[in-house]
């Protein structure tokens, strides 16, 4: 009964979705102060959320129903897994086994690739592009954000993200691996289409991207998914770049300053066409990580 209780509220479910609103909350507030607005109230998050749940789903008469139904729930229910071997609020990961950093990764990115395959579904010319963009920006930034995970785990020699954790605890890898910190963090922001690569949403160009067709329920859970996967994200480059997340404390300082960065970075640069986020970023991006990857193998096997 107790293991039901830690899953569904603390640190579970329940806790980690007010988590991924708390977060979002932050995030718009510091991107509207950088901007010279008030922002929003601390609980317009929440209210949103609550107002989705109440409206109406419509579902389009040219979409297929099971799949327009079942992907949010995917979706959500891909960023709540993930986020069982993740350390969320300082405390140890909630479940563990050999290999879980690769496992938890895919987890993540289910969100977009079902938020790509809602817009395919739907028949809408908007939310075709959108899905389009959406796919297309999945493949340039998910393998580089995997392969800056990857520096910290070969030199802890474990796939296993609580071993991993135990490795940099006392160790800074932002100053030793300066790049796959950039990269993670570019990379986090790419997979969420936060500005400036949110070209697979721009509003002033596809309505709202690969859910325009969405409302009520839908919508919500895609939301909500979006404010998981931000905290989950967070939690593992501060875990692996800042010497760990051990506590709650170190957890929101850590995850915040991030967050801090994330939101300058939101408000420095407009936003960027899909060419550029996609080409540019596979381009260099990649190959820099995958550079540094190389002298983390001739390091480790006494090359250097």
Not at 65 to 85: D, I
Not at 169 to 196: D, N, S, Y
Request: aromatic residues 12%.
């Amino acid at each position: 009964m107790d293991s039901l209780l830690n899953l569904l509220l603390f640190p579970g479910g329940l806790t980690l979705l007010l988590s991924g609103m708390a977060y979002e909350w932050v995030d718009r507030k510091l991107v509207a102060r950088f901007q010279n607005r008030v922002g929003p109230r601390w609980f317009q998050p929440l209210a949103d959320v609550i107002k989705l749940f109440a409206k109406e789903e419509i579902t389009p008469a040219n979409a297929g129903k099971t799949l327009f139904f079942w992907l949010p729930v995917v979706a959500l229910s891909g960023a709540l897994t993930a986020s069982l071997y993740i350390p969320l609020l300082g405390l140890p990961p909630a479940a563990s086994f050999p290999g879980d950093l690769i496992v938890s990764l895919y987890l993540l990115s289910l969100l977009t690739l079902c938020t790509g395959l809602a817009g395919w579904n739907t028949g809408s010319r908007f939310s075709l592009v959108g899905a389009t963009r959406v796919l297309t920006q999945m493949f340039a930034y998910e393998a580089p954000f995997l392969l800056a995970l990857l520096g910290p785990a070969m030199l802890a020699g474990s796939w296993q993200i609580g071993e991993i954790i135990a490795y940099t605890q006392t160790r800074w890898l932002l100053f030793t691996q300066p790049v796959g910190f950039v990269v993670a963090l570019i990379g986090l922001m790419g997979k969420l289409e936060l500005p400036p690569f949110d070209a697979p949403e721009a509003e002033t160009e596809i309505v709202a991207g690969a859910l325009t067709e969405y409302s009520g329920r839908g919508l919500a859970l895609f939301h909500l998914g979006k404010g998981v996967e931000l905290v989950s994200g967070l939690s593992l480059v501060a875990a692996f770049y800042l010497g760990g997340v051990d506590g709650l404390p170190a957890f929101l300082l850590k995850t915040l300053l991030l967050l801090l960065i994330m939101a300058f970075i939101q408000s420095l640069l407009t936003r960027l066409r899909i060419d550029q986020t996609v080409g540019l970023w596979w381009r260099y991006g990649a190959i820099l990580v995958l550079l540094q990857i190389l002298l983390i193998i001739l390091w480790k096997g006494g090359g250097l």
